[in-house]
């Protein structure tokens, strides 16, 4: 993203959700998704913070580029960081920001009204839409959500709705990639 978009006047405060979330994989530190960064410290942080590598300056959750979403939408607040996907979008949505979903914290989070509405409204708009959960260590599985809930959205089906986002997130559970690991310098 370009980071001259970022919302104005906002700001991450307590949240640390991509220093535990994220793949890193900079000249500088190497990091497996779901684990907590080797440098943040509990009470401190970003231990490095001056001197943190680029991968990490340069890096934003898609809620610090989106104005519509309040600061209840905060990922550690909201229990889900939506993150830039660039794999997997079918044909059809070519030039529109492809958006994951990944729930970080409770699965509940999935059936809340709020939720529901700013998903829905990203995809009657047309922007392609994935949700995810992960697991440590492991690649996250995406599962596309258009195709499975448009027509929900459509005739206000929100029992069919809620019932088919449970499905996708529990066929994102079941097929997270392998185990990672960190050896002789490289994420394998
Ligand atoms: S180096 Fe700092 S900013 Fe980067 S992931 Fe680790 S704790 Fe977060
Ligand atoms: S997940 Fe977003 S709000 Fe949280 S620390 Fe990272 S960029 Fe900031």
């Not at 529109?96 to 990203?122: Q, T, Y």
């Not at 258009?146 to 019932?163: E, P, Y």
Request: with cysteine; charged share 25%; proline share 4%.
């Amino acid at each position: 993203m370009d980071n001259t978009l970022l919302v104005e006047g906002r700001e991450c405060g307590k949240c640390e959700a991509c220093c535990v979330e994220l793949t890193i994989q900079d000249p500088e530190l190497l990091k497996l998704p779901g684990v907590k960064c080797q440098h943040l410290s509990k009470k401190h942080g970003c231990t490095v913070y001056e001197n943190r590598p680029k991968t990490c300056r340069d890096y934003y959750c898609m809620w610090r580029f989106m104005p519509n979403l309040d600061e209840n939408w905060r990922p550690d607040l909201k229990g889900i960081m939506i993150r830039r996907a660039y794999n997997g979008i079918p044909k059809g949505y070519e030039g529109k920001i492809a958006l994951n979903f990944e729930v970080i914290g409770k699965k509940s989070v999935i059936h809340d009204m709020d939720f529901i509405e700013v998903l829905g409204g990203f995809i009657v708009n047309g922007f392609p839409c994935f949700l995810s959960i992960g697991k440590p260590r492991r690649q996250t599985s995406l599962v596309f959500l258009n195709n499975k809930i448009l027509h929900l959205i459509q005739n206000r089906n929100l029992d069919g709705l809620k019932a088919t986002l449970t499905d996708a997130l529990k066929h994102s559970a079941k097929n997270v990639g392998k185990k990672m690991y960190i050896e002789d310098g490289e994420i394998i």
